[in-house]
């Protein structure tokens, strides 16, 4: 199956730090999302990227759809504690109006020091 | 929050025994899902439905058997639990948009399953 490989695995950061994070895949994707995961809860969605060079920001969180579609990329800007949590990539590679078979990344564990 | 409920919220279980875990939905999505969250594996597909009474396998599907007879339920059993199934199971839902949106997975708060 495909895969998606993410790193860095972990970030321990000071508050204040931009963040970068990335997800690459062995093959291409048309879809790329951003989930965040805090402790005892569900993923979230943050940002849902469509077309090839795609820049979408949601706040401080800025995410890209790379030029090959095979890469992604999340940036967090100004970090602050509530930041903390697993943000996971998931990408897609099947027509408009098909059932959604997401893949995922093994997540970046998110730490931030006061 | 989208609305999905999980339930229960967390089970133990001894092996051999079968399981059904249970996923409600009050958005009228088409598309319902299940994942399995592991450490070092992130979220990995076991089975979906598109419409009621139509499902699909997805990539770790053995041993998992779904029903949903209902657009608001999606039942995920284990027939005969192992230990291997231990595990945090999420159900997720999505909707057919144009653009491409229906890739966009909302997910429930996940179940704890134990299996003993």
């Known amino acids: 199956g495909q895969q998606l490989n993410q790193s860095p695995q972990s970030m321990f950061i000071q508050e204040g730090e931009d963040v970068s994070m990335n997800c690459t895949s062995s093959?291409?994707?048309?879809?790329w999302l951003w989930y965040k995961q805090e402790p005892g809860e569900g993923p979230v969605l943050l940002i849902a990227l469509y077309k090839a060079g795609e820049l979408t920001s949601n706040g401080r969180l800025t995410a890209q759809f790379g030029i090959t579609r095979k890469d992604s990329f999340l940036n967090i800007s100004a970090s602050i504690p509530s930041d903390v949590g697993i943000y996971f990539c998931a990408g897609h590679a099947r027509e408009p109006g098909t059932a959604s078979k997401l893949t995922f990344g093994t997540g970046t564990r998110l730490q931030v020091m006061l | 929050d989208a609305g999905i409920t999980q339930s229960p919220r967390h089970k133990v279980t001894e092996t051999g025994t079968p399981v059904t875990l249970r996923c409600h939905q009050t958005e009228n999505h088409r598309y319902m899902y299940w994942y399995r969250q592991d450490p070092g594996h992130g979220l990995r597909l076991i089975h979906y439905s598109y419409g009621v009474k139509d499902t699909d396998k997805g990539e770790v599907s053995d041993g998992y058997s779904v029903s949903r007879s209902k657009t608001e339920d999606f039942l995920l059993t284990l027939e005969s639990a192992t230990s291997s199934q231990t595990s945090v199971y999420f159900c997720a839902i999505s909707e057919y948009k144009l653009g491409g949106a229906d890739t966009e997975a909302f997910f429930g708060q996940g179940t704890r399953l134990t299996v003993v």
């Open positions: 093959s291409i994707f048309n879809t």
